[in-house]
């Protein structure tokens, strides 16, 4: 499957954005898709995960991002609110065909199909 990130972009703090990761086929053939960033200097870490049933966040955006997917238009969703300077970073989605644990579904290396990244700036 090829993903494509798009809806990344310059916002100021406190300001929402929402990413979308289109997929070529059908997402209902990728159990679980995961949203991953990077700063400047820093490994890449997982922000958020989808499966049909449940979703999973890192620490640091929960009760600020929301992960959503929408099967009939093989597309995941990131909203993204009250957004901070520590947010800036390039945004990239991925996907798996087989559901694992969730408490490894943020690991970047349990990932085989990734997109190109988005990225997203947020001015203090």
């Known amino acids: 499957v090829q993903l494509q990130a798009s809806g990344g972009g310059l916002v100021q703090t406190g300001g929402s954005l929402r990413l979308s990761c289109a997929a070529s086929e059908s997402s209902l053939d990728y159990s679980l898709i995961a949203w991953f960033r990077q700063a400047p200097g820093k490994e890449r870490e997982g922000v958020a995960c989808i499966s049909s049933l449940n979703t999973y966040y890192t620490v640091s955006v929960r009760g600020r991002f929301t992960i959503s997917r929408d099967n009939a238009k093989n597309t995941v969703f990131l909203q993204m609110n009250s957004l901070k300077p520590e947010d800036t970073a390039v945004y990239f989605c991925?996907?798996?065909?087989?559901?694992?644990?969730?408490?490894?579904?943020?690991?970047?290396?349990?990932?085989?199909?990734w997109g190109q990244g988005t990225q997203v700036t947020v001015s203090s």
């Open positions: 991925a996907a798996r065909a087989v559901r694992v644990p969730q408490s490894v579904c943020l690991n970047s290396a349990v990932y085989d199909n």
